[in-house]
């Protein structure tokens, strides 16, 4: 019997792909998977216009009886909406994690964090979106803001370095979890930091001890950067607290999250 010698190409391994065409690829199917789950996306959208509309009808009299409270509101829902989306996030690269498709991935010559880069990007278009359509609804109900093309542009800015950080640590969140309703619920929690920021309130409206807290943690230079922006009050050092609490978060999250995955994909 003669046996057959395995041929020169089947011994080449494939080559890497080039440039950004592995995150492109995981975009378009991270996009792709956005579509196709319509409630997650309508829900990241439906629930930060539901909140505001319930804080300016319901609470706006008692909290602004002028009936100005939509303008002070406006940029609190804006980061909410953008936790809503980023949760989302989470749940997804948990999937991913779990369902086994990640062993596929690391038999194909590519970069193992285009998968997070596809969540991450697809996720910052998706809450872009939806902080427009937020946007959208806040001046059919009478937001007012007295920004200029300039200033619109920087607070466009600003919430989409917001959006990047928290996308970030959603997907980091995602990795660490142990299943996409572990994730969904470790990232609830973080959901509730705008409540305690000036979202909604100002600050010196809070008991003593809950100021401290409102004062010194990420939202609230945050918020405070855009109703600056928007609203034209004085902005102080908000900008560079809200810039540097960004940059820390994303610097932290994207570290984490590469190391996470790359501990949990070489046990599979």
């Known amino acids: 019997m003669t046996t057959i010698a395995p041929t020169a190409a089947a011994s080449v391994p494939r080559p890497r792909l080039r440039g950004f065409t592995a995150e492109a690829v995981f975009v378009r199917r991270s996009m792709t998977q956005s579509l196709r789950d319509g409630e997650s996306l309508s829900m990241s959208i439906m629930l930060p216009v539901m ?10 009299g008692a909290l602004d009886p002028a009936g100005s409270y939509v303008d002070y509101v406006v940029p609190g829902i804006i980061l909410l909406c953008a936790g809503f989306g980023a949760a989302t996030t989470a749940t997804y690269v948990a999937r991913d994690m779990s369902s086994g498709i990640i062993d596929r991935f690391r038999t194909m010559p590519l970069r193992s964090g285009a998968v997070l880069t596809g969540h991450v990007i697809s996720s910052l278009a998706r809450n872009l979106l939806a902080t427009a359509v937020v946007i959208g609804v806040a001046l059919l109900v009478g937001f007012r803001p007295s920004a200029g093309v300039a ?40 959901l509730f930091l705008p409540y305690l920021s000036s979202a909604f309130v100002p600050v010196d409206t809070m008991p003593t001890w809950l100021q ?37 978060i994303l610097a932290v999250s994207a570290v984490w999250g590469a190391w996470l995955f790359g501990r949990k994909s070489g046990r599979r």
């Open 212 to 248: 401290w807290f409102a004062d010194n943690q990420p939202i609230t230079p945050i918020i405070e950067t855009i109703r600056g922006l928007l609203m034209g009050t004085d902005l102080g050092t908000e900008p560079l607290w809200a810039i540097g609490w960004c940059a820390l």
């Open 51 to 60: 909140l505001m509309l319930l804080f300016t009808f319901v609470f706006g």
């Open 151 to 190: 200033a619109w542009v920087a607070a466009t800015a600003v919430i989409a370095l917001y959006i990047l950080a928290i996308t970030y640590l959603f997907a980091a969140i995602g990795l660490a979890a142990g299943s996409p309703e572990a994730a969904s619920g470790y990232g609830f929690i973080l």
